[in-house]
Every structure is written in C-alpha cells, then in structure tokens.
C-alpha cells in the first residue's frame, strides 16, 4: 500500500472526526480553510470570507482567530477596490459580532501588521479598515 502524504493524512484525520457540534465545526473550519485558500481562484476567494468570519468570530482560541484574521486580510495579494469592499464589511462584521474589545485586540493588530505592506492596495485595505471600523472602537482610541 502507498504512503499518505501529509495533506493526504490531514484529509483522512478530517474525515474521520466528523464535527458532531457548533464547536467542533468552527474548529474544522479554523483548521481546514488555511488549507483551502490558496486552492481557491483568486477571483473567487472573497467566497470565502464568510467563512472565515463566522470561524473567526466563533473559535474559542485567541491565536486561532488571530490566525483567521490574519488570513482575512492576506485572502488577496493586490485587493481591487471590490475586492477590499468584501474585506471591509467583513471586518465590520466582526466588530459588530465580536464587541468593541475584541475589535481593538484582534483587529486593529492585522492593520498595524499591514500598514507598511509593499502593495499600496493592501495599505489602501488598511486606511479603509480604520476608518471602517472606528465606529466600533472604544471612544477612548478615537479621540486621542
């Protein structure tokens, strides 16, 4: 018998431990979408933000939403203006979901990692994104 490759094996390890609830669901999904981005077509990977958003708000973890968001705003190398419109109520959503606290810990650092990004699109995603969202940060950010 041929041997599994490792994403044969991950495949084979899904599969086999069927989510039965919510939580088990959103941590396929948090595990598995990383997986399925880059498969996805470029043109079509804003499908995905759904996905991640509701894996993102949902997943107990801190460092898997943390890695959620992350793929969120990596999701498009060169965002067309349609494209970071996706991206944008995504965020959005997520602060609304998520609350003001969250917004401020798990958002805002996805930005700062951004801003200095060699693709003026993705720096373009990042002004969009604050102005977008500082609706739904705490009132003691926004004024100083």
Known sequence: MPSRTTGETRLVDEVS????SLDSLVEMLARC?????PNVLLAKREELV?????????HPDPKERDKLLNLLFNLIKKPDEE?????LNGCVAFAKHAGQGRAETELLPQCWEQITHKFTERRLLVAQSCG?????LPVTLTLK
């Open 132 to 136: 977008a969202l500082a609706s739904f």
């Open 83 to 87: 494209q970071r419109q996706v991206i």
């Open 50 to 58: 759904p996905l991640i958003l509701s894996a993102g708000t949902l």
């Open 17 to 20: 431990h069927m989510s039965s």
């Open 33 to 37: 979408l990383p997986h399925i981005t």
